[in-house]
């Protein structure tokens, strides 16, 4: 926001505040969600579970990516749109800044559940020198491209890619210092990760470009892409263990939300 202002002034910055807002909103959905395993994930590794601590890294950074695809997808396709609904005017630079801060995030969602692993060791000072150091790299950077003449959105794409730098690090950092074992992390949750995405995709761009008028195009879209990372996730993002385990999360949220709605029900006969 820092060097935008410098550069381009008020006007952009109006357009980044706007793209924060959504990334914002849409990410407070996975965070609340891997706010769940947090505790399990300390507890596990204080009480010397390692193999259930290492399932529940797997499982909180597998699921919150699809979860976060689940919103992402269709949100980077109809952003145009979407906006103009939104906004009377849409300052320029906001839909790329949108995209792009939500791409951000989804490589973030990956990311948090291995910060939380580290978090639960309490030996963080090393670690935090690392990728506070990486993480920081993002000013000089950008504020060179921006010297250099380079567009405005060149800065989310900077973020993006010392993202993926701090992923690595994260990676190589529990690989050597934890001895976690990061074979059995690509194999199941990053190649998972890469046959949804690949299997998901397609049929939410076909249509997008094949229907025609904006709220059909909307509505077509959204729903597209809802059952396509659906049905992609479950057949082939997701072991047997895993549907049953989401499986019971769903049966939970769902039997948790009709006692809600008994209760609100029963109250207002009694107050009738």
């Excluded at 193999?51 to 695809?69: D, G, H, M, P, V």
């Amino acid at each position: 926001n820092f060097l935008i202002n410098i550069f381009y002034g008020v006007v952009v910055n109006a357009a980044t505040g706007i793209a924060n807002q959504v990334a914002g909103t849409v990410y407070q959905f996975v965070s609340n969600f891997q706010t769940a395993f947090n505790p399990q994930i300390v507890k596990t590794y204080a009480t010397e579970q390692y193999e259930n601590f290492q399932l529940l890294i797997c499982r909180a950074s597998k699921f919150s990516y699809f979860l976060i695809l689940l919103i992402v997808l269709p949100l980077l396709l109809v952003m145009d749109c979407a906006l103009s609904i939104w906004l009377v005017e849409v300052p320029e630079y906001t839909s790329i800044f949108c995209r792009l801060i939500l791409l951000f995030f989804v490589i973030d969602a990956i990311n948090a559940p291995l910060w939380m692993s580290v978090q639960a060791t309490g030996n963080i000072r090393n670690y935090q020198i690392l990728m506070s150091g990486l993480i920081l790299l993002n000013l000089p950077v950008s504020y060179i491209l921006l010297k250099l003449g380079y567009p405005v959105y060149c800065v989310w794409i900077v973020r993006i890619i010392f993202n993926v730098v701090t992923f690595i690090a994260r990676c190589w950092y529990m690989k050597s210092k934890m001895e976690f074992p990061m074979r059995n992390f690509i194999n199941g949750v990053m190649w998972p990760i890469i046959l949804v995405t690949l299997a998901a995709v397609p049929l939410p761009i076909l249509a997008y470009y094949t229907i025609s008028g904006a709220y059909a195009n909307l509505i077509t879209t959204v729903l597209v892409s809802f059952v396509s990372v659906t049905i992609a996730t479950y057949s082939l993002g997701l072991t047997h263990n895993e549907k049953a385990f989401a499986m019971t999360i769903l049966r939970t949220r769902f039997s948790l939300l009709n006692k809600f709605i008994a209760t609100k029900n029963n109250q207002s006969h009694e107050h009738i």
